[in-house]
Every structure is written in structure tokens, then in C-alpha cells.
């Protein structure tokens, strides 16, 4: 499996991305919104777009698919829920459907419900999973719900399915939100040392050639996975009256997506 990100330096930073099967040269677009820099990194790469995949229904993320379904006659996939969101979509997908790609590559479909009700990531089959996560979690943060979702299936995406995925996993995120998510890591968190060095990093790296975390290290720096930090809860209860003691994880986890909401 071949995998290129794109950062389409757009307002929104969106991260657009190509999986590639090397046997046949066959690839995947995923949220291709910036249809003419995919289209231009398949075709330096020699390689033939057969499919979209839209982790979910936003104009950010589906808005290149006419253009690029017009240059490739590309099928589109999606979450089966977003039929009626997703203009021409082919295929709709469940949980644990099989995204396939030319001969070797293997896409997993997880329903990952949260930011939207009818949203989907993609974890490979390799021996490095791999997961395209959309919007639902980002580089040291989670997705918002805004649009279409719910903070209580947010917390059981993230609780129930991405933190028990393998820690090595690459982190393949929608957006490139890194360096603004660890400073609120460090609001909730001042006393987290492996993000105020991660934040040294990313406020200097190059989007074109951006940080590929794993779980991992999400589970140090993203505040959305550290749901027991004594820090994390004793600013929670100084910014919540009505925070118990003891908080279970769901609860810290709904207060610092209310924050994140106004941060």
C-alpha cells in the first residue's frame, strides 16, 4: 500500500489523500476536495483513481467529487446512511465492509459515528495499520458536532473503537489542526511535557510534508484520549461547578468537547 497526503492549503487546511495499490497502479481517493492536486499526484505517479471514498457528507470533504468522477469515471463510496447527503454515491458502506484497491490493499470500514451520524474511517490492513479518520479524530484532537452530530457518539467512537486499536497505528487526519489542538492540550494539561515539545515541532513543520502521528503517542498528547489525568480533571472541576469528584471518562470527555466548542 502506497499512501500519499496531499495538503490542499486551503482556508479550511484539508488533508486529501491517495491510496495506491503498486502491484496494479490502482488508487483511492479519499475527501478529494482539491480534485486537480490528486489528479496531478496520480498522474506523476502513474497511477489510475478508480474509486472516492467521503469519510462523511460535508462540502469540504465531498465538493471535488463531480470533477473527479468527470476526469476518472471514479466510483464513490460512502458511509450507506449518506446516500441522500452525497450526491451519485455508488457504494454505501457498514461497519466492517472491505474497501479494496487494486490486488494488495485492504480497507477495513469502520462506522465511526460523532461528528456526523453517517461518517466512516478506513483502517488498513497492513502490518502498520494505517486509519483515515476524516474529521472524527484529528492530530491531538476529536472532530467537532456541530454539523449533523453528537458529542455522546463521539465519546463512543473514540472510547469504544479508536482507543482500541493498535498503538502503532499512523493517524491519517482530515485536517491539519495540530499546532492549535496541543495548545489546547496544554490549556487542559500545563503540566504535559510530550506535547509542549510536540507543539515546538509542529508550529515549524511543512504542511506539504506534515507529522504522521501514531495512537500512541495521540494517547500522551490528545487530550481527548487522557480522560484520567488528575490535571485534566482538577481544571475541568475549577472551569464546571457541577463536576463530581471522581468524574467518569464520558463525563470529562463531553466537558472538554464543550470547551473545545469555544476555545
Not at 490542499?8 to 495499490?21: E, M, S, V
Not at 479508536?162 to 496541543?182: F, K, Q, S, V, W
Not at 504535559?192 to 504542511?207: C, G, H, I, S
Not at 494517547?219 to 489525568?229: A, D, G, I
Amino acid at each position: 500500500m502506497i499512501v500519499e497526503q496531499i495538503w490542499t492549503g486551503n482556508a479550511y487546511r484539508n488533508f486529501n489523500y491517495l491510496i495506491a495499490c503498486p502491484e496494479t497502479g490502482e488508487a483511492l481517493a479519499i475527501d478529494p476536495l482539491d480534485h486537480e492536486k490528486c489528479l496531478a499526484g496520480a498522474k506523476a505517479q502513474g497511477w489510475t483513481i478508480t474509486q472516492i471514498l467521503n469519510t462523511h457528507e460535508h462540502g469540504d470533504h465531498i465538493g471535488g467529487n463531480g470533477p473527479m468522477v468527470a476526469a476518472t469515471g471514479a466510483k464513490i463510496l460512502a458511509h450507506a446512511n449518506a446516500k441522500d447527503r452525497i450526491p451519485n454515491m455508488d457504494v454505501g458502506l457498514g461497519a466492517g465492509d472491505v474497501v479494496r484497491v487494486g490486488r494488495s490493499v485492504e480497507l477495513e470500514s469502520l462506522d465511526t459515528p460523532g461528528h456526523t451520524m453517517s461518517h466512516v474511517c478506513l483502517l488498513s490492513r497492513t502490518d502498520q495499520p494505517a486509519l483515515f479518520c476524516g474529521d472524527t479524530l484529528f492530530n491531538a484532537g476529536a472532530g467537532n458536532c456541530h454539523n449533523g452530530g453528537h458529542p455522546n457518539e463521539l465519546y463512543e467512537t473514540f472510547a469504544g473503537q479508536l482507543a482500541e486499536l493498535p498503538d502503532d497505528t499512523l493517524i491519517y487526519p482530515g485536517h491539519d489542526y495540530i499546532a492549535n489542538n496541543l495548545q489546547f492540550t496544554l490549556d487542559r494539561e500545563p503540566d504535559n511535557e510530550k506535547a509542549k515539545q510536540l507543539l515546538d515541532t509542529a508550529d515549524r513543520q511543512d504542511p506539504d510534508d506534515a507529522m504522521v502521528t501514531t495512537l500512541a503517542l495521540e494517547k500522551e498528547v490528545n487530550t481527548f484520549f487522557r480522560l484520567h489525568s488528575p490535571t485534566v480533571i482538577r481544571r475541568l472541576q475549577e472551569s464546571f461547578s457541577d463536576m463530581p469528584e471522581n468524574p467518569d471518562p464520558k463525563t470529562v470527555f463531553l466537558k472538554l468537547r464543550e470547551l473545545r466548542n469555544s476555545w
